[in-house]
Each structure stands twice: as structure tokens, then as C-alpha cells.
């Protein structure tokens, strides 16, 4: 399954368990502050920014400059 696949509800992944001496220390960060990847905008998100991104933002409007 590819990183962009759309996951159909229901799907079960299954974690592999890290390499033997392989370094840990991004999964040991996620897991510490909580890190949830997402790789699909959720419809709230979508909500925030209906045009798209900078291109369609103006500036000191919806794009604030501090």
C-alpha cells in the first residue's frame, strides 16, 4: 500500500516492529508529542481554506503577516 493509498473504513494496518538496532527516534518522537500523520485534508480543514493555499490568500486579510 502506497503512503497516498486511500484507506477504506474498516482497513487494518499492521505495524511492523522496528529493525533490530534501527533508529527509533522519529517514531519515539511521535509517540512523545502525540504525532498523528495525515496525508488527506480533513473536511473541517478544507472548511478554513475553500480557495486553496497562499496563492488565494491576501495579504494582512486572511493571511497575516506578524
Known sequence: MSITD???DGSVL???VPVEG???R???LY???KVEPATEISPED???CP???IGFMGIEI???VS
Open 14 to 16: 499492521i505495524v511492523p
Open 51 to 53: 480557495y486553496g493555499g
Open 62 to 64: 486572511d493571511f497575516i
Open 22 to 24: 534501527g533508529d527509533t
Open 46 to 48: 478544507m472548511e478554513a
Open 6 to 8: 486511500r484507506l477504506e
Open 26 to 28: 522519529t517514531v519515539e
Open 31 to 33: 509517540k512523545a508529542h
